[in-house]
């Protein structure tokens, strides 16, 4: 199975319906993240099928479950590393205003070049650590893929939620345990994620502060 067939298959499975200029862009996303990795080492994944699904599909399962977030939603990416998965979610939902916040001075300088090349105007860059950002304006969804334990990551981003706001946490296995740590004054919902061809547990974890 090439690529562009996984990533069709993998939307349609998710019930996500993407434009073909979308999908061009989300391809030319892994072309300039496969360039960076000879020299950055940005991502151990390097198989362009296992980017798809691992990278692609992995990030974007996320969106059934921000139905909440309409035209002009501001989203906060802790700890995005080579952009995922605020970058997919930025070329998903061109309407959204993405904050990519990345304290590695050399992920931040991929994050600057894929901004260029894929021309995301939707897109901003933080290089610093999310606990000692003080933006302008706060973010409906604040999300991370394994960046911190839950209870850490709670404690070190809530400042970032606007009134209302969620803290979205992706992680691989069922994550109750890492919710019975938080602190009082979150209440949390889990989701399973089905993400096409990746095989393991998938979990999202919503809070809001109670």
Not at 11 to 25: D, H, I, K, R, Y
Not at 142 to 149: H, L, Q, Y
């Amino acid at each position: 199975m090439t690529p562009r067939i996984a990533l069709e298959r993998g939307l349609q499975t998710m019930g996500l319906a993407l434009s073909a200029g979308v999908c061009e862009q989300l391809f030319k996303y892994t072309e300039l993240l496969t360039k960076w990795n000879r020299t950055y080492n940005l991502t151990a994944v390097r198989d362009p099928l296992a980017m798809v699904s691992h990278h692609l599909l992995d990030s974007l399962a996320v969106l059934p479950h921000f139905s909440f977030a309409g035209a002009g939603a501001r989203l906060a990416d802790i700890g995005t590393g080579a952009g995922l998965p605020g970058i997919p979610l930025a070329l998903a939902r061109p309407h959204w205003h993405v904050a990519l916040v990345e304290s590695n001075d050399k992920k931040a300088a991929f994050l600057q070049q894929a901004k260029i090349e894929l021309a995301l105007s939707n897109v901003e860059i933080h290089c610093g650590r999310a606990e000692a950002w003080r933006p302008a304006e706060r973010f409906a969804v604040v999300i991370s893929r394994a960046f911190a334990e839950l209870a850490a990551f709670a404690a070190g981003c809530k400042h970032l939620l606007a009134q209302g706001g969620v803290i979205a946490a992706m992680k691989g296995k069922d994550p109750r345990e890492e919710i019975a740590r938080l602190p009082a004054g979150f209440r949390c919902r889990v989701f399973a994620l089905q993400v096409p061809f990746v095989e393991g547990e998938r979990h999202l974890v919503l809070c809001e502060q109670a």
